[in-house]
C-alpha cells in the first residue's frame, strides 16, 4: 500500500529565515505530487505540483519554491520566510496519468512564522 | 472561476441521528469530486471520489451523491457516532491538478 509522509510535523521560524519541507511517498512508482497550504479561515490552495522529476508548475505566484530531486521526492522550500507564510503545509500524491485522479495526503507540516 | 460553497460551517448534532453534509459549485463541468474528512492538525483522509458520471458512491455508513447539472453534492452519515467528529470537505476537479476545495463543514457527534 501507498504511504506518503511529511517532516517536520511542526517548525517555528523567524521572519527572514530559510525553509525546507520533504515530502516522500512509498509504494508507488512516477506519482504526480502536490503541495498545497491551508491558512486559518480559507480553504486549501494548491500551491505546486509535479508530474516527473525536475518538472514543477506553480499554481500561485509567492515566495515559495519546490523541487522533485527523485522521483518520490518533493521539496518545498524559501529563502526568506515572511509572516504570511504561516500556515498549514500539506504534500499530496496521485497516480501518474489523468489530471483528475484521486488525490491522498499526507499528514501535514504546521509552519509559524514569528 | 470555480467556487466551491459548504453549508453549515458547523453542525452539532446527537449521537445516533441520520445526518446530511451539502456542498455545492458553481462549474458544472467537473471530472470528479471528492468527500475529504479532516481531524484537528491533521492531514485529509480520502472518503469518497464520484466521477462525474456517476450519482452516488457508498462505503460503509457513508453515502455520497452527486448532482452534477445542478452542482450540488451531499454526504449522508448514518447512525452518526462521537468518532465521526471532524471537519468534512468536499473538492471538485475540472480537469487540471488542482483541486478546488470548500471550507468545510465542522461536525460535533454528541454522546
Known amino acids: 500500500s501507498q504511504t506518503i509522509h511529511q517532516w517536520p510535523a511542526t517548525l517555528v521560524q523567524p521572519v527572514g529565515s530559510p525553509l525546507s519541507l520533504e515530502c516522500t511517498v512509498e509504494?508507488?512508482?512516477?506519482?504526480?505530487l502536490y503541495w498545497y497550504r491551508q491558512a486559518a479561515g480559507r480553504g486549501l490552495q494548491l500551491l505546486f505540483y509535479s508530474v516527473g522529476i525536475g518538472q514543477i508548475s506553480s499554481e500561485v505566484p509567492q515566495n515559495l519554491s519546490a523541487s522533485r530531486p527523485q522521483d518520490r521526492q518533493f521539496i518545498l522550500s524559501s529563502k526568506k520566510l515572511l509572516l504570511s507564510d504561516s500556515g498549514f503545509y500539506l504534500c499530496a500524491w496521485s497516480a501518474h496519468g489523468a489530471a483528475y485522479n484521486e488525490q491522498f495526503f499526507g499528514p501535514g507540516t504546521r509552519l509559524t512564522v514569528l | 472561476k470555480q467556487e466551491v460553497t459548504q453549508i453549515p460551517a458547523a453542525l452539532s448534532v446527537p449521537e445516533g441521528e441520520n445526518l446530511v453534509l451539502n456542498c455545492s459549485f458553481t462549474?458544472?463541468?467537473?471530472?470528479?469530486l471528492q468527500w475529504f474528512r479532516q481531524d484537528p492538525g491533521k492531514g485529509l483522509t480520502s472518503l469518497l471520489l464520484i466521477q462525474s458520471s456517476q450519482r452516488e458512491q457508498t462505503s460503509g455508513r457513508l453515502n455520497a451523491s452527486l448532482d452534477k447539472s445542478s452542482g450540488r453534492s451531499t454526504l449522508y452519515i448514518a447512525a452518526s457516532q462521537p468518532g465521526d467528529s471532524a471537519t468534512y470537505l468536499c473538492?471538485?476537479?475540472?480537469?487540471?491538478?488542482?483541486?478546488?476545495f470548500g471550507k468545510g463543514t465542522k461536525l460535533s457527534v454528541i454522546p
Open positions: 462549474d458544472s463541468a467537473i471530472y470528479n
Open positions: 473538492a471538485v476537479s475540472a480537469g487540471s491538478y488542482q483541486l478546488t
Open positions: 509504494g508507488t512508482s512516477n506519482p504526480n
